[in-house]
């Protein structure tokens, strides 16, 4: 039966082993996260440094499918026996990575000004807006809300956005008058 394992890997080496088994098809999981560093740039990086999650049957695996495997140790064990992880750790670990790199993601990354959004929380539940900007701190964004005949600017927090799909214009088209540089489509 096919269980998540703990494998152990050389320092900085997760992705570069987690490539090689998955040449040999043996399914893996990485968890990683964007970061900013010093310069501003944004780089991936492992939640488990030196850690990644292997999902096959140990059992009736052969052992030589993973044991020479360039950078990696060994797996995480106990009295001998790879300890297995449960599915739902695993599913419940994915959604988390998901969760931490969308909150990572700056407003400025997630909408683009003009972009239509809906407001999730707060006095103005389920409203709809059309995203500005961000501005200082990082968290909080100006929209630009339609209420009363009138656009008003206002300065939320950036969670409390979500994006909302323009709808399709399914009118029809207005005809053609003319055939290019002013000449006029005559009818008959």
Known sequence: MKEWYVLHTHTSAEQFVADQL??????????????????????????????LFVHFDYMTANPEQWRWTPGVRRFVTFEEYPIPVPDDVISALKQRVIELNNRGKSAQARFKPGEPVRLKDGPFKEMLALFDGPVAPAEWVHVLLQTMNRSMRLRVAAASLEKVEPEVQTGQKRPRRTRGKGRRIRSS
């Open 22 to 51: 998955a040449q040999k098809e043996i399914e893996t999981f990485l968890p990683e996260m964007s970061q900013k560093d010093s310069s501003g740039k944004s780089r991936t990086i492992a939640l488990f440094p030196g850690y």
